[in-house]
């Protein structure tokens, strides 16, 4: 396997049941990353029974792939936040996020979670005088925010820089220990099943119904924490679907100093960087080369710029593991959270840009006070029907403009004769063969799998991903396995397989020759 996170490698896997037959809850929540095994145990705290639904093992998606970074700023800065809004925003959404930050400690300290959290200072620098006005900025703004933000020695930083600042009290932990941990701890009200695929959600004014591949679960309200609501949601329009990298270099002999940090580097490109220790293994993390969904020519360049720059500044070549992680960036640069809509029973939690485990938390805690009639100071803030046409245009089209231009690009063209046996064993390509898009993986036994390459979701067509192995849809960001099966976004289901049983020309499949 070309990649592999470290969470998910230093992690113990717990096994949860699989559904096979109907149940009820009072609410069902679909996805078991942090979002939604957070909500379950709020709630079922509370006294409502809940039921979490996983379609690959808990944590397994977006939780798995996370910095395991967290932080009560935002990964836009709060300037940028600022400009858009006004103090008084920045106030609540630090607030807010320094509230869902303890929540995570409350019950890393409660249930014991073995998740290596630990309290950290988080830093910001300019590696050279290019960005020095970003982080005169920020300093600013974390001052208007009420956040003891300090000018910080560059000294105290890992690498040469030009200026830096710094903010205590932040922390970092292992994000898939934490949510498997999280999961496991002793509880009542909560069941969770994972491998079992929602293809559905019928909702009514009695409730609703998730279909499953395992059965039917009645409930009286539904959650949806999959990181973008699933099927056709307007909210789709306002979010950019990115994937971002990381790697994890051994890092034994090394001095590194504790703590978060993020810097501006050439051209201020952004690369951020911290320790993490595990099982007498020392290793330093780079995390950058954030990209559209589907959207990269070449995927393993990506992490070859982050091996590069570990390889410059620190002289580390031993690169352990090499991951990527998927985010939504919210067209005012706020998260959606709340009722899908004004009555129904769906709850959506989405947009949370790299700012995921905070910001999932946070909703976990929204959605719990609303489910149980108990008000929240921030429901308006992040209310998921709020209108915001002036805040949100600039985002809203040039996100828009560039889906338009990607599902226009992909209309089906004329055939290419050679394009399936020039795939390489364990590459994938999308072929035009008699009108049609195929999405065609070579696995390394030298067999073709095919599948359409025409999204289920709204109809764009996929792109093959180099590094994770997978059919990504540069629209929305939904993600198949090479063998087309959903692993996450919007789509519901798989990719349509095609089958050409033994009609494959020959001169098409090299297998045959
Ligand atoms: Fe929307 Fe593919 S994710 S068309």
């Not at 470290?6 to 992690?11: C, E, L, P, Q, V």
């Not at 002793?186 to 099943?193: Q, S, T």
């Not at 699933?230 to 990381?246: A, I, S, V």
């Not at 001095?255 to 993020?262: A, L, M, N, R, S």
Request: charged residues 25%.
């Amino acid at each position: 396997m070309f990649t592999q996170s470290i969470w998910k490698d230093t992690a113990p896997i717990y096994n949860f049941e699989t559904l096979y037959n109907d149940i009820s809850a009072d609410v069902a929540i679909i996805g078991g990353g942090v979002t939604g095994i957070s909500t379950a145990r709020l709630l079922a705290s509370k006294g409502l029974k809940t039921v979490v639904i996983e379609s690959l093992k808990v944590g397994g998606g977006t939780s798995g792939h996370s910095t395991g970074n967290l932080y009560v700023t935002i990964d836009k800065n709060l300037g940028v936040l600022h400009d858009k809004y006004d103090r008084d925003t920045l106030i609540k959404v630090v607030e807010s996020r320094s509230q869902a930050l303890n929540r995570i400690e409350s019950w890393v300290k409660e249930l014991l979670l073995d998740c290596d959290f630990k309290r950290q200072n988080w830093n910001l620098y300019s590696a050279t005088n290019e960005s020095d006005d970003k982080i005169a900025q920020e300093l600013e703004h974390a001052r208007q925010a009420g956040l003891g933000m300090k000018e910080a020695d560059p000294a105290l930083f890992p690498l040469k820089i030009s200026r830096g600042i710094t903010l205590a009290d932040q922390a970092q932990l292992n994000p898939m220990r934490y949510v498997q941990e999280l999961a496991k701890a002793p509880g009542e009200n909560m069941a969770i099943y994972e491998c079992t695929r929602v293809n559905e959600i019928e909702e009514s004014d009695e409730g609703v119904i998730l279909k499953t591949t395992g059965g039917n679960v009645h409930a009286d309200y539904a959650v949806m924490a999959t990181h973008v609501p699933k099927g056709f949601d307007l909210l789709q329009t306002l979010l950019g679907p990115y994937r971002e990298y990381g790697i994890a270099c051994r890092a034994d002999n090394i001095d590194f100093p504790e703590g978060i940090f993020w810097g501006y580097h050439q051209e201020g490109k952004k690369i951020s960087s911290r320790l993490y220790e595990r099982d007498g293994k020392r290793y330093i993390l780079f995390i950058g080369e954030p990209h559209k969904v589907g959207q990269s020519k070449d995927n393993r360049q990506h992490l070859q710029v982050l091996t590069d720059f570990a390889r410059e500044h620190y002289g580390l070549t031993e690169v352990v593991y090499r991951w990527s992680g998927q985010h939504y960036r919210p067209a005012d640069l706020l998260p959606y959270i709340g009722r899908r809509s004004q009555h129904g029973r769906t709850f959506v939690a989405t947009g949370f840009s790299t700012d995921g485990l905070v910001y999932g938390t946070l909703a976990a805690m929204m959605i719990a006070d609303e489910i149980t009639g108990t008000p929240n100071p921030y429901t308006e803030l992040y209310n998921p029907r709020r209108f915001t046409p002036v805040k949100s245009a600039k985002n809203f089209i040039s996100e828009n403009v560039n889906v338009a231009a990607t599902f226009l690009k992909d209309l089906p063209g004329g055939a290419d004769k050679d394009a399936f046996s020039d795939i390489k064993a364990g590459e994938g390509a999308v072929v035009n063969y008699e009108g049609q898009k195929i999405a065609a993986f070579r696995s390394t036994e030298n067999e073709l799998h095919l599948n359409s390459a025409v999204c289920p979701h709204l109809k764009c067509i996929v792109n093959w991903n180099n590094a994770e192995k997978s059919w990504d849809c540069p629209c929305h960001g939904s993600r198949f396995s090479k063998d087309g099966l959903v692993l996450e976004g919007p789509a519901w289901g798989n990719l349509s397989r095609i089958n050409f049983s033994d009609d494959l020309p020959e001169e098409l499949d090299r297998d045959k020759n």
